[in-house]
């Protein structure tokens, strides 16, 4: 990892020209300044201050009136020497993520990085995890429309062939900042692609992410394409997820693996009764969690049955209509999780911090995730559902909002400033578009203003 003098050292050289510090903010928006490579040292030591009211801002860019942080007020941004990448997408450029600090130098209380990283310090566990992004590569057309190009079938060699270029060029950039590929593959749509990159530990995962959209996303610029993270870019396609893969380790083993356990799941699933009482929390608090991991009116048009997205709080051994899918193994080590009901308009750091806390929350409790489910839920009546304990998704954001409100679980792990911001921000999207949220189809304005922003 680099270190503040292997950063400052890289500024002096000249092969640095400037270098962005980035934060995420609630509605999921990297956003921060650009330092020409000379400042950077002093940024390390003292910090760049920052209108704290960016943080009552929501993903349609307008800020929450008479919100949590108003017009008057700054943090302060504290650039991680550890995250320092330089851009091979940007000539001269490179990165820092940053934590959040109030002007008495006390970290801010509404810091979704800081959060994240407080709840692992305090775990008993070591989380490990990875954001597994869908997106899609679109064209402007003359009339600035974001159009798909031509479609080709899913997983197919045409397809590989038709982005090898951009897509080779997306590795190598990923490479050059120490961020691995594992695997790239196109997905079920035109333009629909998936590239997959090594888990991290801790806040590191969610670091990765970050650095890993921008990577994708300035790659694309470059190619004069657009990337979009959007969890629907138009109603005809399918949807845009980010599965968030999640063990937890202890002495140096993976505490979900199951030693010739898993005979609930079948042959080549081992599930330790630790990882059971984690999903088990996970699906006592899904109908809450969804507010952190598909924070936007979007993702409420991908979360419906039979999509291949996950409309219920079911789980079940690569079971790809459940909210929790367990992969099968190749080795323990591999043991994990996948929550599916997530997509890339979340705060990394937000999901990830939901995710620990509700499965921590199942384990404490020692909570039974309920039946296992080899088939669709969606073929079950209401009646059997409920008697089985499996609950529809939220039909929109406003309504998972109201869930994570009354989810005390969440609440405290991401404390009160924090919880109060992100959900007077969520709740303001909501209402500006509450209308296209609650029908069938988004708008083409909403779909284009996420599209775009995403």
């Known amino acids: 990892m680099p270190s503040k003098s292997d950063v400052i050292d890289a500024c002096e050289t000249g092969d640095v020209e400037s270098v962005r510090m980035l934060f995420v903010d609630n509605a999921g928006i990297p956003r921060g300044r650009v330092v020409p490579a000379d400042e950077v040292a002093d940024v390390i030591d003292e910090g760049d201050n920052f209108p704290a009211i960016l943080m009552s801002f929501n993903a349609l860019d307008r800020p929450v009136p008479g919100g949590v942080f108003g017009v008057s007020g700054e943090f302060t941004m504290h650039p991680d020497p550890e995250t320092f990448r330089r851009l091979p997408y940007a000539d001269g450029g490179a990165v820092m993520l940053c934590d959040l600090a109030g002007l008495d130098g006390e970290p801010f209380d509404a810091d979704p990085r800081t959060r994240l990283r407080e709840f692992v310090a305090d775990c008993a566990y070591t989380p490990v995890a990875s954001f597994e992004s869908e997106f899609y590569l679109l064209e402007e057309t003359d009339d600035g429309d974001l159009v798909p190009p031509a479609d080709t079938p899913v997983f197919s060699a045409d397809g590989m062939q038709a982005t090898h270029g951009i897509v080779h060029e997306m590795m190598g950039a990923l490479r050059a900042q120490g961020m691995h590929p594992e695997m790239y593959y196109p997905e079920y749509g035109p333009g629909h692609q998936e590239l997959v990159i090594e888990h991290g530990t801790g806040v590191a995962a969610a670091d990765l992410q970050v650095l890993k959209k921008q990577t994708i996303k300035g790659v694309a610029s470059n190619h004069g394409k657009h990337a979009t993270f959007a969890p629907m870019p138009a109603p005809e396609v399918p949807g845009v997820g980010c599965h968030l893969n999640v063990s937890l380790w202890q002495d140096g083993e993976n505490a979900f693996y199951g030693e010739g356990g898993g005979t609930d799941l079948g042959e080549g699933y081992a599930v330790s009764d630790l990882n059971r009482h984690f999903v088990g929390g996970v699906l006592e608090h899904g109908r809450a ?45 591999g043991a994990r999780i996948e929550f599916k009901a997530s997509d890339n308009t979340s705060n990394p750091y937000i999901a990830l911090l939901g995710i620990l806390a509700a499965g921590i929350d199942g384990i404490e409790r020692e909570l039974d995730p309920g039946e296992p489910l080899d088939y669709n839920p969606a073929v079950l009546s209401e009646a059997e559902r409920a008697e089985m304990g499996i ?52 708008t083409g304005a909403e779909i284009d203003q996420f599209v775009r922003t995403f």
Request: charged letters at 30%; proline letters at 7%.
């Open 289 to 333: 969690l969804v507010a952190l991991t598909a924070p936007t009116t979007l993702s409420y048009k991908r979360l419906v049955p039979n999509n291949i997205a996950s409309a219920f709080t079911a789980w079940g051994p690569d079971n790809r209509e459940c909210m929790v899918r367990v992969p099968s193994l190749n080795s323990p080590d």
């Open 391 to 442: 609950e529809p998704v939220p039909a929109h954001l406003g309504e998972a909002v109201d869930e994570l409100e009354a989810d005390d679980v969440l609440r405290e792990a991401m404390g009160e400033r924090l919880f109060e911001s992100y959900v007077e921000v969520k709740r303001s999207q909501f209402e500006a578009l509450e209308d296209a949220a609650t029908a069938e189809e988004a």
